[in-house]
Structure formats: C-alpha cells, structure tokens
T-cell receptor, first 110, second 114 residues
Framework: QKEVEQNSGPLSVPEGAIASLNCTYS??????FFWYRQYSGKSPELIMF????GDKEDGRFTAQLNKASQYVSLLIRDSQPSDSATYLC??????????FGKGTMLLVSP | DAEITQSPRHKITETGRQVTLACHQT?????MFWYRQDLGHGLRLIHY???????NKGEVSDGYSVSRSNTEDLPLTLESAASSQTSVYFC?????????????FGPGTRLTVT
C-alpha cells in the first residue's frame, strides 16, 4: 500500500460548484496533514494544514481530517477557473519530513 | 520579504558531468529539503538537513550529495549526471520547531541531462 494515495483525476467541476479532493494515508502515526496547490510549471504552494480531527476552514477552503479512517480531504467551495491546478496531499509522521501523494488534477470549467 | 530562491532555473548538461544546483533561503529556517518531481512519481525526497553540518538521505539519494555550511544555503550536487536524473528539482525549507512542519518551496530548477 502506498503511503499517501490520491486519485490522479482529472476531477472536473463547473464554476461555482464544490470540488472535493480526497487523500488516504497508511501510517496511523501520521500527525499533520497538508494540502498544496501546484499550477502547471510552478512550485507547490501551501494552501492549508490540519492536525486535529474534524474540519478546518480558511476562506473557500475546508480541510477535513478523520484519523480513524486515515482520510483527509479538501473542499473548495464556489470553485473558480483559477482553482484549476494539481492538488498535492502531504503527510508528516512526527519528524520534519513530508511524504507527498502524486496529486489530483482539478479542472474548473467556466 | 523572506523568500527561497533556486538557481539556475533551467540547466542542460551532458551525461557524466558534475552539476550543482543552488538553493538559498532568507526565512532563517533550520530545515531544508531537496525534492525531484517526475511524471508518475510525484515529489520524492532526495536529501534534507536539520541545520549547519547536518545532512540526511531521503528516498532517492543515490547519485546526489548535499552539504550545509550555513543556515541559508543547501546546494545539491549531481556527482556524475545521468539521463535518469532529468527532472524538475525543488528546494524547500521549514522551521525546526513546531508540530506542523509546513514546508515552503522554491521556484524549481528544470534539469535536462543529454
């Protein structure tokens, strides 16, 4: 089983819809979880992180963590074409290194 | 503003040559990382450092080396470049302390080995 798994997509949503991006991880000792956005040809940009079970909201973005199910998700409300990018899930196991998933491509159509 | 920079942004080299990619950060972060990103593999950790004179191997360290002589810089050296090392290389940094360890990335270096 891969350490961090994401559906590669593309996930296609219409403008204004909610985009739901999912990530599962294999190590129950994982402590903090990150979502990065990466535009084509650019570097990953941190959107938000979460380390407690439940929801964490930041503007149009909500991260959800369920440690019992080893599942973390990112919801993007009112999706915009500018949200079209690859979204990387990353997991920290208590040290400073992160393990990344391969990313999910999101396409938001006008 | 604090930032993290990489140079060169693009590099073409020949098989067998030694290549050094530079990474410089002004965040005053103790932790620095090098990744490579390839289609189908995502981001993979090459080497990392927790501070001056500290270096550690990551998932794909063969053929690469790093040294940390100050807080700001972590150069990545390809001892003898191979075509398999054609990739996009990202440097990142993070604070030493804290439970979250969020990393901030540089703009990347696209390396082509011919």
């Amino acid at each position: 089983q891969k350490e961090v798994e994401q559906n590669s997509g593309p996930l296609s949503v219409p403008e204004g819809a909610i985009a739901s991006l999912n990530c599962t991880y294999s190590d129950r000792g994982s402590q903090s979880f990150f979502w990065y956005r990466q535009y084509s040809g650019k570097s990953p940009e941190l959107i938000m992180f979460i380390y407690s079970n439940g929801d964490k909201e930041d503007g149009r973005f909500t991260a959800q963590l369920n440690k019992a199910s080893q599942y973390v998700s990112l919801l993007i409300r009112d999706s915009q074409p500018s949200d079209s990018a690859t979204y990387l899930c990353a997991v920290n196991k208590g040290y400073s290194t992160l393990t990344f998933g391969k990313g999910t491509m999101l396409l938001v159509s006008p | 503003d604090a930032e993290i920079t990489q140079s060169p942004r693009h590099k073409i080299t020949e098989t067998g040559r030694q290549v050094t990619l530079a990474c410089h950060q002004t965040w005053n972060h103790n932790n620095m990382f090098w990744y490579r990103q390839d289609l189908g593999h995502g981001l993979r950790l090459i080497h990392y450092s927790y501070g001056v004179h500290d270096t550690n191997k990551g998932e794909v360290s063969d053929g690469y080396s790093v040294s940390r002589s100050n807080t700001e810089d972590l150069p990545l050296t390809l001892e003898s470049a191979a075509s398999s090392q054609t990739s996009v290389y990202f440097c990142a940094s993070s604070e030493r302390e804290g439970a979250t360890y969020e990393q901030y990335f540089g703009p990347g270096t696209r390396l082509t080995v011919t």
